[in-house]
């Protein structure tokens, strides 16, 4: 019988006041007492409410029943038949609002805690397990897929469970993309990324790194003269958006990619880093989702004295609540009903101030949204020698402009269906790179879909 508890075991995490001083991983993991004592509250619902909250399918009360018995590589191997990359979908994927979001337990207290169940499960593999993947037999096709972030790596390896020659074409000098290059090490460390990729390289899955599509290559070469017979495009959205305020292009002024790219792939935190960064003494990060709370959270870390400024209230807040409690805990300001107008220069040319308008929200339009509208005459200027940009991003246009026959959406998007499939015949593309900037997990889910439907492609069905 499942045990009643109405709370949910809480995960073991270092204390605030270290945490924001170190890059070491924030959230610690659960003990194998604790996974199996959270497992025993699941249900195990013969209907399955939370497996249709999971972008990728998993079978989770099976997984999660396995746990409950003790039995933590069966769980694995239940996880792996739908999930490529456990252990970084059991630390980043918003559960809240997708599996644990219809769990059953979540009517009368807190539901499951299927992520940090499913994240001991990857991590107890990991550490314990030393059985050989088993590389699948070759079917004589062959598949490309552009970019190595979430999206590519579900599709290079659903492709490579089912025999396909693989090859994931990286523009990067490290394969992971967006696990790699955005996502901070006290959040997802890279020694965890790597293992994901490495299972990957054992099931026959060949990286080709610092290879830029569309410049290195074109899908067209790739197709034509290479044998590739079907491709997958996965190349996110690395574009970074700004406001177009004045003084935005003062140095001490980032966008959100490159501080963070700098931090996470580059490693400017280190002391023996040659890379440099600048958090300065006073940050403020400009934005509300989680890139948002990443890059307040890094220039913390970096010593500065940091505020989020958002435009719109906390409840509109984009970012997971566990990144936006964290944030917090860690002693990082907010300020809403805040926009930016303008940001000042010191006299040697490097950002000083920013220069903010207060705002409020307007009465709710038709779709029942409230839009953040200007205060007339109320001005707040903030000290800042550390100004980050983090409100969105968009596809690189290289892919689309030099590949026949692609059709994009106007903000650059390449148009793709369901499954993935393009108005180019034989290619398909998923993730950031067709929807704008989403989450890892909706990412492997359209890189899952694009992967069978490339299969079917292929095999003349």
């Known amino acids: 019988m499942a045990d009643m508890t109405s709370k949910r075991n809480a995960m073991p995490v270092q204390e605030a006041d270290v945490r924001n001083r170190n890059f070491s991983e924030v959230a610690l993991g659960y003990t194998e007492e604790q996974a199996v004592a959270e497992a025993n509250r699941c249900l195990n619902c013969k209907n399955k409410p939370c497996t249709s909250g999971c972008p990728v399918q998993i079978d989770i009360p099976a997984f999660i029943a396995e746990v409950a ?32 979001s219809k769990c059953v337990r979540g009517i009368k ?4 805690a299927i992520g ?37 790596l579900a599709c ?65 070469e790739l197709m034509q003269d290479e044998g590739f017979e079907s491709v997958f495009i996965g190349s996110g959205a690395g574009l970074p958006r700004f406001m177009n305020i004045k003084g935005e292009n003062l140095n001490g002024v980032y966008s959100a990619n490159e501080f963070l790219t700098r931090i996470n792939l580059m490693k400017a935190y280190r002391e023996d880093s040659s890379t440099p960064i600048r958090a300065g003494a006073k940050a403020v990060i400009v934005g509300g989702g989680n890139v948002a709370m990443d890059a307040a959270r890094c220039a913390k870390r970096l010593g500065a004295d940091v505020t989020i400024v958002y435009r719109r209230t906390e409840n509109e807040l984009p970012a997971r609540a566990e990144e936006v409690e964290h944030a917090k805990e860690e002693g990082i300001a907010f300020r809403f009903l805040t926009n930016p107008t303008e940001i000042k220069a010191d006299e040697k040319g490097w950002s000083k101030s920013i220069v903010c308008q207060e705002m409020e929200l307007s009465e709710p339009d038709a779709s029942g949204r409230a839009k953040p509208v200007p205060k007339k005459d109320a001005f ?64 492997m889910g359209a890189g899952k879909k694009a992967a069978a439907a ?8």
């Open 380 to 443: 707040i200027e903030l000290d800042a020698d550390c100004i980050i940009m983090s409100i969105g991003t968009s596809p690189n246009p290289l892919i689309k402009s030099t590949t026949s026959g692609l059709d994009t959406q106007k903000w650059g998007g390449i148009i793709a269906d369901e499954d993935g499939k393009t108005s180019k015949d034989g290619v398909y593309a998923g993730g950031d790179a067709v929807t704008g900037a989403a989450t890892v997990i909706l990412a």
């Open 116 to 152: 940090r169940i499913e994240r001991f499960v990857a991590d107890w593999h990991n550490a314990n397990s030393t059985a050989a993947l088993e590389k699948p037999a070759p079917n004589g096709h062959k598949a490309a897929v552009i970019g190595s972030g979430p999206s590519g």
């Open 109 to 112: 207290g807190e539901p499951v």
């Open 454 to 461: 490339m299969d079917r492609f292929m095999q003349g069905k």
């Open 69 to 100: 018995k003790g039995d933590f590589e069966a769980a694995y191997k239940v996880i792996t038949k739908s999930s490529s990359l456990p252990a970084v979908c059991g630390r980043v994927c918003p559960q809240e609002t997708q599996c644990e």
């Open 156 to 220: 290079a390896g659903d492709l490579a469970k089912m025999g396909y020659d693989v090859t994931v074409f990286e523009a990067l000098h490290v394969a992971g993309g967006v696990l790699s290059y955005g996502i901070p090490e006290f959040r997802l460390p890279k020694t965890i990324v790597q293992k994901e990729i490495d299972g990957l390289r054992a099931l026959g899955v060949k990286i080709e790194t610092n290879t830029v599509v569309g410049k290195t290559v074109s899908v067209d």
